[in-house]
């Protein structure tokens, strides 16, 4: 063992930890995503309702730039594509 290095099983359990986090959070997740969620599509009259509608459209300067470029030579050998 040599002093200062990390042990292997400390790795282990901040794994098992993530995994398990990773479950809970996945099991919150799908718990709201029952059927019985969402307008019954049966209203009174008492029923108040708001719908809303929109669009929206952002504008600014873009912080990055990808090309892709490529070119092509064909010729009968290497040396006369790489001279043209």
């Known amino acids: 063992m040599v002093p200062g290095m990390p042990i292997a099983t400390r ?3 901040s794994t098992r930890f993530l995994l398990l986090a990773a479950a809970g959070v996945a099991a919150v ?3 709201a995503c029952d059927s ?5 599509g ?3 009259k008492g029923t108040r309702q708001v719908t809303v509608v929109g669009a929206g459209e952002v504008q600014g300067t873009p912080d990055t730039l990808t090309v892709n ?3 092509e030579f064909v010729a009968p ?3 006369g ?3 043209q």
Do not use: F, H, Q, R
């Open 11 to 13: 790795a282990k359990m």
């Open 29 to 31: 997740g799908l718990s």
């Open 36 to 40: 019985a969620s969402g307008p019954t």
């Open 42 to 44: 049966t209203a009174d």
């Open 69 to 71: 470029a490529s070119i």
């Open 77 to 79: 050998d290497v040396s």
């Open 81 to 83: 594509a790489m001279n």
